[in-house]
């Protein structure tokens, strides 16, 4: 798992996201968000997550919060 800190959400579209180790921002769709709502996501907030290779490039996927 990656710790990374939410850097941008698109709340109308449900969609964000995550920077990486390295330096990068990743994509992430609300739909891989596991035990928090994407409505109480904050940006700035710490979370660890695994990267994916989805259609367009990397997407973080399995995304919780980095507290518990």
């Known amino acids: ?3 990374g800190v939410v ?3 698109v ?3 449900g969609y964000g996201f995550v920077s990486s180790n390295a330096g990068r921002d990743i994509f992430f769709h609300h739909s891989q968000l596991e035990g928090i ?3 109480s996501l904050k940006e700035g907030q710490s979370v660890v ?8 490039g ?3 996927k399995d995304i919780k919060p980095a507290d518990g």
Request: glycine share 18%.
């Open 1 to 3: 798992m990656t710790t």
């Open 7 to 9: 850097r941008r959400l």
């Open 58 to 60: 990397f997407v973080a």
């Open 37 to 39: 709502k994407f409505q």
């Open 49 to 56: 997550y695994k990267v994916g290779l989805g259609e367009k």
């Open 11 to 13: 709340g109308g579209h």
